[in-house]
């Protein structure tokens, strides 16, 4: 059974960080690009950020880049995320995608709030 789970999220500061991790099983996660996109309330989804499958080759959305950092563990079949100077623009649930060619899976989500 294949399963994306996204931890991490929570409630920050304006200017504070947060890692978030997506962990993988049930398919061959180093076989598959993995990326970011978040939804904010009220708004449609949003790509963050991407990743190849090897780690080699990350992509940022440009109001996140300089910012955020997406890596990669393939030993762990674990995803992440680290944002730095968190703005309240990016309060929004954040969901990781592994994809190939004709092959999607989703997480589940994880909230992430930026406010005083």
């Known amino acids: 059974q294949v399963q994306l789970v996204e931890s991490g999220g929570g409630l920050v500061q304006p200017g504070g960080s947060l890692r978030l991790s997506c962990a993988a099983s049930?398919?061959?996660?180093?076989?598959?690009?993995m990326n970011w996109v978040r939804q904010a309330p009220g708004k449609g989804l949003e790509w963050v950020s991407d990743i190849n499958s090897g780690g080699g080759s990350t992509y940022y959305a440009g109001s996140v880049k300089g910012r955020f950092t997406i890596s990669r563990d393939n030993a762990k079949n674990t995803l992440y995320l680290q944002m730095n100077s968190l703005k309240p623009e990016d309060t929004a649930v954040y969901y990781c995608?592994?994809?190939?060619?004709?092959?999607?899976?989703w997480g589940q989500g994880t909230q992430v709030t930026v406010s005083s």
């Open positions: 995608n592994a994809y190939d060619y004709n092959t999607n899976y």
């Open positions: 049930g398919f061959t996660f180093s076989s598959y690009a």
